[in-house]
């Protein structure tokens, strides 16, 4: 009864307000047409006449309702409850929800009537153009991805490094699934679209937000999510792909502990890959200069307030706006189309590819070098999905064996695989220019 009581009272107060504001608009649009400030006029004389129905009319129609139902507003309707079961994603299913929870709210303000939010001057808008479009804040959020990784995996065991640049497959694959999609009628992807979606196979969101911020600044919102949606569900992708493609045998395999690793060659380390991408790959120093410049920072030591500062702060205030800023591309009018369901499947093509070239190569190190053999399941953790894919195929190693720890070997892969999508990243920038 009470409920019921709530419900009538708010209806009735809704009404009353909308009424007073029909009035407002009445009163205002008949001072507005006087010949002099203040005074009305009668009807016919500037064309204009006091009127309460034109003025709850004039408020109707600068609703979110009637934008929704009668101005069209279908296709936003839909992105906003696409934001929902992105926040639903994010915060019930515990999927990359720093980067989802942004997305989801970015997607619902966009789509709302008559809020202006992605205009020129509204908030994403301004986000978009001052952190998306110059490529701001994929660089920083890369310097804090570079002060949380640790390449000490890596060094002890470099072979794995391989697995890194086997699992980028899915990035090449994914162009050839381009080129099979442009074959239909409905389907018509430039060359540059198409390298902007292969980079979803790196499985690396900054990545993917900087290429398409460059090649292709409309698919951007469509890559963004396919790109942090798959790497959220990679515990669901990946072990099908995994079990299927290697025997009981291969995951019960035992790799050798690895060595411990120096300091100086942890600090020495980004300070090599820094020199070697500025000598034969500088179209990926941006992306690569910024990650080792993160790692760095935290691996000399000597300034851990700034490491501290990337890791979390600067970090968190980064993938904020970054988030926001994706979900401004996420209006109805850009994402309800054929060309998103493509770019949705080739998404999870580019992952499934990248996840089975790793396992894959993993199997062909081992008959060429049987006496040391590598575990198959780290070669999936050669995606950039750091750090889940390494946990991914750590807990498959448990399952076939509950004493076969395999997360430093796959963490070594993992970093492998960040390496080696910047890598892929800077060889498609370079082809086809700034």
């Known amino acids: 009864m009470n409920t019921k009581l709530t419900l009538r009272k708010t209806v009735l107060c809704m009404a009353a307000g909308l009424l007073l504001l029909g009035g407002l608009g009445a009163l205002q649009t008949a001072f507005a047409a006087g010949p002099e400030a203040g005074t009305p006029v009668a009807a016919g004389a500037a064309g204009e006449t006091v009127s309460f129905v034109k003025g709850l009319a004039s408020v109707s129609k600068s609703t979110g309702l009637y934008g929704f139902l009668l101005a069209g507003g279908w296709k936003a309707l839909l992105m906003i409850i696409a934001g929902g079961v992105l926040l639903y994603l994010g915060v019930v299913k515990d999927f990359e929800p720093l980067l989802l ?6 997607t619902i303000f966009v789509n ?38 640790d390449f000490g995996p890596l060094l002890a065991s470099p072979r794995v490094a391989i697995l890194g640049a086997a699992a980028q497959f899915g990035v090449f694959g994914t162009l050839m699934g381009v080129v099979a999609l442009n074959a239909l009628p409905w389907f018509d992807f430039s060359l540059k679209e198409a390298c902007s979606i292969a ?19 409309h698919l951007l919102g469509s890559i963004a999510v396919a790109a942090y949606s798959y790497m959220a569900l990679v515990p669901l992708i990946q072990p099908p792909i995994m079990k299927l493609l290697t025997t009981k045998a291969e995951r019960r395999i035992v790799m050798k502990q690895v060595r411990p690793v120096s300091k100086l060659e942890r600090a020495l380390f ?28 935290k691996e000399s030591g000597v300034i851990e307030r700034i490491s501290r500062t990337l890791q979390n702060e600067l970090m968190n205030i980064a ?8 979900g401004m591309q996420m209006s109805g009018d850009k994402f309800v189309r054929l060309d998103t369901l493509g770019i949705l499947l080739l998404g999870l093509l580019a992952f499934s590819l990248g996840t089975a070239g790793g396992v894959l190569f993993a199997k062909v190190m081992n008959w060429v ?6 575990n198959p399941l780290i070669g999936s953790a050669g995606v950039s999905a ?13 399952e076939a064996d509950p004493h076969n720890f395999l997360l430093m070997h796959a963490l070594g892969a993992n970093v492998a695989g960040q390496v080696g999508s910047v890598v892929a990243a800077g060889i498609i920038l370079a082809i086809l220019g700034t």
């Open 386 to 398: 750091f750090p889940m894919a390494a946990r991914v195929s750590n807990k498959l190693g448990l």
């Open 101 to 106: 929870v942004p997305i989801g709210f970015g």
């Open 319 to 326: 993938t904020v706006f970054l988030g926001l800023g994706v």
């Open 270 to 297: 980004p300070l090599l890959v820094l020199a070697l991408c500025a000598l034969l790959l500088p179209s990926a120093l941006p992306l690569m200069g910024c990650f080792a410049f993160g790692n760095f920072i």
């Open 112 to 149: 709302v009537p008559f809020a202006g939010m992605g205009s020129e001057h509204g908030l994403l808008g301004l986000i978009f153009r001052h952190g998306i479009e110059n490529e701001l804040l994929p660089l920083i959020v890369f310097m804090g991805i570079g002060a949380l990784s």
């Open 199 to 217: 980079i979803i196979g790196g499985a690396d969101g900054p990545t993917s937000i900087y290429v398409s911020a460059r090649f292709a600044p």
């Open 369 to 374: 070098s049987p006496r040391n053999p590598v």
